[in-house]
């Protein structure tokens, strides 16, 4: 095993990892020994991940599995008092879980719409954030926020969203800032189009959905749009001792694609 995926003895929580991105980061954070907490709020998909982590795990670890809503600050709260009651500490907090909208400044509920993708993109980052940081000290841990290459770049009929991530990443600068000295790295990633259920989220049919990742393929540099197994690799070399110089940072993982989406 290289040193940059032995994940043994690491307490990793990965929000939003009953399904996409998060769900194959868990598999693979499972994969190389890390103790995982996974959480969501569909407790199928949540129990099927589950399977799929102990199932790779060296030593058969089973998840803790934990429903939450991060919108929900209640949640987030019973979230780490969760991991650490299991667990006793935490090294990696992976803040995954998030949600697209579709967005126009003449939207009778636009207000609406901007509470429900902050809370969900932003302050659930910042108050898991919060609350994690005691117990990251004491690891000298780290943290991965998952944002977008939205968050770099406008869209028409975006702007919540790519506001939402352009926060997350100068949030992630800004706490590298304020944690290097406790000894916590924070980094984000910004991933262009990846191929999970995001878009469906959204409101998109599954067949509506493959046809933009088909579309989109041709135009990126390297032939395809990303698929989770792509991020779920750079969060797990961001969060090994490998990086260990790298905080702060912008991570794009876009296939070269620099203009988005
Ligand atoms: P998916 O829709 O496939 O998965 C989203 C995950 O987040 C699910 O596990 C979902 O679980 C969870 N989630 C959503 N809202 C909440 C909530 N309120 N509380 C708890 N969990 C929640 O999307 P992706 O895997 O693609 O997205 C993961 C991250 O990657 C997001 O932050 C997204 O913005 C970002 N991203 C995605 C891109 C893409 O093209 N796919 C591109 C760039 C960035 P459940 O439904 O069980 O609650």
């Known amino acids: 095993m290289s040193t940059s995926k032995n994940f043994a003895n690491k307490v990793v929580l990965i929000t939003g990892s009953s399904g996409g991105i998060g769900a194959v980061t868990a598999v ?32 058969s670890l089973k998840p803790l599995e934990v429903l939450a809503d991060v919108s929900k600050d209640v949640d987030c709260k019973r979230l780490i008092d969760s991991t650490i009651s299991a667990f006793k500490r935490l090294d990696i907090l992976v803040n995954n879980a998030g949600k697209g909208v579709m967005s126009s400044i003449s939207d009778t509920d636009i207000l609406d719409k901007y509470n429900d993708i902050m809370d969900t993109n932003l302050r659930s980052v910042i108050y898991l954030t919060h609350l994690s940081v005691e117990h990251l000290e004491k690891t000298k841990g780290n943290i991965i926020n998952i944002s977008s290459v939205s968050g770099l770049s406008p869209s028409a009929r975006g702007f919540l969203y790519c506001m939402s991530k352009c926060a997350l990443d100068m949030f992630t600068k800004c706490l590298a800032l304020e944690l290097g000295p406790k000894g916590i790295r924070v980094n984000v990633i910004n991933p262009a189009a990846v191929r999970t259920n995001f878009l469906q989220a959204v409101g998109l049919t599954k067949e509506q959905s493959e046809g933009f990742y ?13 698929e ?34």
Do not use: H, M, W
């Open 28 to 59: 693979e954070f499972a994969r190389y020994g890390a103790q995982v907490v996974i959480t969501g709020r569909n407790a199928d998909n949540l129990s099927e991940v589950a399977k799929q982590c102990a199932a790779v795990s060296p030593k």
């Open 214 to 226: 088909s579309r989109l393929s041709g135009k990126y540099p390297v032939g395809r749009v990303g």
């Open 228 to 261: 989770p197994i792509d991020i779920a690799n750079a969060i797990l070399f961001l969060a090994s001792d490998e990086a260990s110089f790298v905080t702060g940072i912008n991570f794009v993982s876009d296939g070269g694609n620099l203009n988005a989406p």
